[in-house]
């Protein structure tokens, strides 16, 4: 069984940053994609970026693109979604997936084990 644990989000101002972390116990391998999703007050859960296995290609939706990074620690099992500039539409739960089949698609269906969500609010 796998299990992930979300950490580090908060409340910040817009233009500032916060890294996000996501500890996983379980059999989680180098080549799980490990997704990062978030889902805002009244909204569907939203893919926002993926990092499709060890060594291979991040991709990440357009509105993000140049202020997040993700990143994986496969030694220490854990992923992290460094954002950076900040914006209120970045506002919501956070929470991280893998894909056991390593393809790491934009598709929240497609994922088979979830985290709990940690909040990131960022006010104007």
């Known amino acids: 069984q796998v299990q992930l644990v979300e950490s580090g989000g908060g409340l910040v101002q817009a233009g500032e940053s916060l890294r996000l972390s996501c500890a996983a116990s379980?059999?989680?391998?180098?080549?799980?994609?490990m997704g990062w999703f978030r889902q805002a007050p009244g909204k569907e859960r939203e893919f926002v970026a993926v990092?499709?296995?060890?060594?291979?290609?991040?991709y990440y939706r357009d509105s993000v693109k140049g202020r997040f990074t993700i990143s994986r620690d496969n030694a220490k099992n854990t992923v992290y979604l460094q954002m950076n500039s900040l914006k209120p539409e970045d506002t919501a739960v956070y929470y991280c997936?893998?894909?056991?089949?390593?393809?790491?698609?934009?598709?929240?269906?497609?994922?088979?084990?979830w985290g709990q969500g940690t909040q990131v609010t960022v006010s104007s």
């Open positions: 990092s499709r296995w060890s060594g291979g290609s991040t």
């Open positions: 997936a893998a894909d056991p089949t390593g393809r790491g698609t934009t598709n929240p269906d497609k994922y088979d084990y």
């Open positions: 379980g059999r989680i391998v180098s080549s799980y994609a």
